[in-house]
């Protein structure tokens, strides 16, 4: 006998609205007290291992204008290529890392910064070696599923050649869209949801 679908249906979908950054960050709108630091806003101390990087960009939607009430989370691996996590089974990481960020898009420019450092490469499922790279995702009002990508570093083209990930993309100038530039010590990450310079997004 079939069960009846009537106890299952669907929970109706929601947008982020237009307050996700403000309820994940309040110290960046101005709202203090909550939280002495908003979560995720320092992954770094004076004893983490590895070389010291920022990353900052902004947002663009479909027009070309900065989105500037979203909020980004970054996933990345120690400088060593080990994660923080209970999962990580190769070795232990840094703890004075955290591996994971969050910052909100300012209200005022619609500029992303994160402070971390220079992570070093991973094994894909299969054993192969990925590039370095930051795991990105974006929340925002209009998003209803947060978006994922990833940022790839311009001068590790070697090791981007070969990455199982990149490989995997099957319009090739499209794989710019993941590569920061840089300048010295710093990168920048611009992020465009919509329109000829759309940046990768990856379905996980």
Not at 13 to 27: D, F, K, R
Not at 56 to 79: K, M, N
Not at 111 to 129: L, N, Y
């Amino acid at each position: 006998m079939l069960l009846s679908l009537d106890a299952l249906k669907e929970t109706p979908s929601q947008t982020a609205g237009p307050y996700v950054h403000i309820g994940l960050m309040p110290n960046s709108c101005g709202i203090e007290g909550v939280y002495a630091d908003d979560l995720g806003s320092v992954m770094v101390n004076d004893k983490t291992l590895g070389a010291r990087i920022a990353i900052s960009g902004r947002i663009f939607d479909g027009a070309q204008t900065p989105v500037r009430d979203a909020v980004l989370e970054i996933w990345q691996a120690d400088h060593t290529g080990l994660y923080n996590s209970p999962s990580e089974r190769r070795g232990t990481a840094d703890p004075n890392f955290t591996g994971w960020g969050r910052s909100a898009t300012a209200a005022e420019d619609g500029v992303f910064r994160f402070e971390t450092i220079k992570p070093g490469r991973v094994p894909f499922k299969d054993g192969r070696m990925m590039a370095p790279h930051i795991t990105v995702w974006i929340v925002a009002r209009g998003i209803n599923i947060g978006l994922h990508t990833r940022l790839y570093f311009p001068e590790e083209a070697e090791a981007n050649a070969v990455d199982p990930l990149l490989l995997r993309i099957e319009h090739r100038a499209r794989v710019e869209t993941m590569i920061a530039t840089r300048t010295g010590q710093d990168y920048t990450f611009d992020i465009h949801l919509q329109g000829p310079s759309e940046t990768v997004f990856l379905d996980i």
